[in-house]
């Protein structure tokens, strides 16, 4: 996976980012290559990172390769300070595309973010970064709005039960069919979430369908002063899924808990933990379901794992038909298969079929039928010529 730099003096920037960058490819058992070398080709995969300075423009040399980039189909994503800085810090190519703006985020939380950004293009396979909050109103009202609005502005889409569900929409099916498709649950963990049986339930579909939590616990004076003892759901949270606020991150009436709210430092240092977690609970995820696609799929087909994990290479053992499968920790879109079509046709040869396995829990939903409807015909002019979808369902499925 091979990140393309134009530094433009940034010098700094590009310290933080590597060292972001470096860390969370540790965490994710990737390799991922950051270069400065705009002489040789950009692969299939890459894509480049322009640091905007209006002090220092690129060379002509840079330049080109720049205009390469783009034209070849490339992303190039361009970062800046503010978003009144595009026009002075940008050239004109990259003027007509959304930046990533540092001005969002604090001076220590923006590199984990840009990373996570680039993440999203590179490797986790969706620009959509789902986040799906879940709470106890008695105690954390006002603190989920807080969450769900900022995370909003930064660009994910935030799923919050009474913001999110249409007005006459079943709740209850609507609430886990968007928690299915969640990279990762906010979890909040206050000192009345366990006499909240919904919560309970999300959580515990969560753990099942193996998606990502991170549990934002109260600071432990908190849980003292309100005579509750911790819930006993943040004894079951793995080492790398608690986040525990500190003393004084709570801000407001202590008296008045569903009002209280974070302080700027401490939202500031939640989303970087946010932007470092979410990557790593989709690879977990992912992780999870690769054995479940193989047992499923090895009665009918011989299963050969492909160097880029999640991607399988099928052989009918019958016919002898070759299927490029992809293992989604998220459900598939239309985008996502003609994007793993695109990807097969360059195969040599390309297979007859491609496949998309990924968890389900509710397939007689309208919007799956649909979604297999669209899929199933078979294009005897193309190849790869048919589009397979296999749902898992649980263990017990």
Known sequence: MEIRVFVNQRTDWLAAFQTALHAQGHALQLTLTLSMDHTLP?????MAVYFGNSASQPSAAEMGALETYLKEGHTVLPVIERPELAGQDLPESLKSINAFLLSRYSSSGWPAALVDEVLAYTWLRRRARRMFISYRRADSEALAHQLHDHFMRLGFDVFLDDCSIERGANFQRELMWW????????????????????????????NNATIGLLGVRWPESRYASTGQTEPVIANTLFPDQHYRLKDGDLQGDETRPREQTLGKDALDELTTAVN??????IRQRLVNLLPYAQDELSPQFDVRPQPRLGDLQLVDRQTLE?????????RPTLDTVFALHNEAVDLVPPPSAVGCYYAENDPTDVRIRALHWMLDVERPKLRPSRHLLWAYMGSGS
């Open 42 to 46: 950009l692969s299939p995969n890459g």
């Open 322 to 330: 070759v299927v490029f499968a992809r293992v989604l920790p998220f």
């Open 179 to 206: 928690l299915n498709d969640a990279d990762m649950v906010l979890l909040l963990v206050s000192p009345q979430l366990t006499t909240s049986k919904w919560v309970m339930e999300e959580v515990e579909f969560a």
């Open 276 to 281: 470092r977690r979410r990557a790593q609970a």
